[in-house]
């Protein structure tokens, strides 16, 4: 399963994010993983939530992030929840096209291993292809 919330920069995507990961916090049974693009909201969260910085590790293009994600899950099967704060912010790249195959990776990957993905996206949502519109 994948969720996607888009809109424009400063429209509460991460609040909305941030609420998010505390309700799986409390009603999950996982563990969850919160990559974003730079140290922002990780200090608020509670522990269960695992916080990355895309920056540290170079998560330049879909690919890599692609391959990082498979790596974590290999490394965990426990994880339930991944939630990509600025998508396009992390891969350096606005393609709409490029997401939307990013997404569709993402959905066929959760569903075959039980992992629920959430991503937000910083553009208007008027510019989501129709196959990302499925995800919001």
């Not at 909201?41 to 990355?52: D, E």
């Not at 099967?77 to 990776?105: C, P, R």
């Amino acid at each position: 399963m994948v969720r996607l919330i888009m809109s424009g920069k400063g429209e509460g995507k991460t609040k909305q994010l941030m609420e998010l990961m505390e309700s799986a916090a409390e009603n999950d049974n996982g563990c969850m993983v919160c990559i974003e693009a730079s140290h922002s909201i990780g200090f608020s969260l509670r522990r269960k939530t695992r916080m990355i910085d895309a920056g540290e590790y170079q998560l330049t293009s879909f690919d890599a992030l692609r391959g990082f994600l498979s790596g974590l899950y290999a490394g965990n099967y426990d994880i339930s929840h991944i939630f990509i704060d600025n998508l396009g912010k992390i891969v350096k790249s606005d393609n709409a096209q490029d997401m939307e195959t990013f997404l569709q990776w993402m959905d066929a990957f959760g569903e075959a291993r039980g992992v629920k993905f959430t991503a937000t996206i910083s553009a208007d949502p008027d510019t989501a292809t129709e196959g990302m519109r499925k995800y919001m």
